[in-house]
């Protein structure tokens, strides 16, 4: 065997190893976002007792709370897989409802998994308002740079 083809079978087997190495790197990455109670959290839940403050210790706040009823708490927790020049693909999801009564005592939980993948939701301009009920562009806009502004009608 000449020198050439010993250079070119090293070279052969670096290359290929090399190969071998960057593709190891691509193997999937699974990124966690939020958190959501698990099944064994919910079953301590004892509705008609446990209060707005009791459900904040053992879980943390929520997620975010509903914008047409302070009531409402939702806990969110999706893993998502990274896609290059896209937005991540959710690949799995887990939504927690908690849903208190006036007194923030707890009323009733609903909880919501699957996978939601590509699906792009658009909410429908003539059912569903951004700035809760009953209040205008200007009065939502108003609100969020004021805070507690409130409009009488």
Known sequence: M??????????LALSLLAFGLVLGGCS???????????DE???????????????QDRFGR???????????WYYVKQDLRPRPLN?????????????FDDEGVVQNFEVAEGILGDTNLQPDPDSSS?????????????QTIFGTVRFNE
């Open 2 to 11: 000449s020198v050439t083809r010993q250079v070119r079978a090293v070279l």
């Open 28 to 38: 999937a990455q699974i990124d966690v976002r939020g958190s959501a109670p698990s």
């Open 41 to 55: 959290d919910l079953v301590t839940v004892r509705k008609g007792i446990d209060t707005k403050d009791e459900m």
């Open 62 to 72: 929520p997620i975010t709370v509903s914008v047409a009823d302070p009531n409402i």
């Open 87 to 99: 937005p991540p693909l959710v690949i799995d999801q887990r939504v927690v409802v908690l849903v």
């Open 130 to 142: 951004i700035y809760g009920p009953d209040r205008s562009a200007a009065q939502g806009l108003f």
